[in-house]
Nanobody
Framework: QVQLVESGGGLVQAGGSLRLSCAASGRTFSPYTMGWFRQAPGKERDIVASISRSGGTIYYADSVKGRFTISRDNAKNTMYLQMNSLKPEDTAIYYC????????????????WGQGTQVTVSS
């Protein structure tokens, strides 16, 4: 079992920045592909970014390319999402997740999930 806890969400004005963290415990972090997902009210939970076990391969959704940066520190069992140039449409609950699969963007292939952290971007 892997326990995941997100932090760093909050309220920010459009154009601002936030840095989300995802701390893992219970099992070693490094064997898992990690991902960030988000879910806005009334919408599906969608992939934001994912990062391979070594951090060498990264995927970004088109909507966040050039604005968000995913990273991981396997020694600290922590993953990050740096979010810059935030827009009101980025408002959502952000979830981190772990998958035993090789880099995947499919939420069905993620085995472990955090409880989520709210990000609200005001216009």
């Amino acid at each position: 079992q892997v326990q995941l806890v997100e932090s760093g969400g909050g309220l920010v004005q459009a154009g601002g920045s936030l840095r989300l963290s995802c701390a893992a415990s219970g099992r070693t972090f490094s064997p898992y592909t990690m991902g960030w997902f988000r879910q806005a009210p009334g919408k599906e939970r969608d992939i934001v970014a994912s990062i391979s076990r070594s951090g060498g391969t990264i995927y970004y959704a088109d909507s966040v390319k050039g604005r968000f940066t995913i990273s991981r520190d396997n020694a600290k069992n922590t993953m990050y999402l740096q979010m810059n140039s935030l827009k009101p449409e980025d408002t959502a609950i952000y979830y981190c997740a772990a998958s035993s699969r090789v880099l995947t963007v499919r939420k069905e292939e993620y085995n472990y999930w955090g409880q989520g952290t709210q990000v609200t971007v005001s216009s």
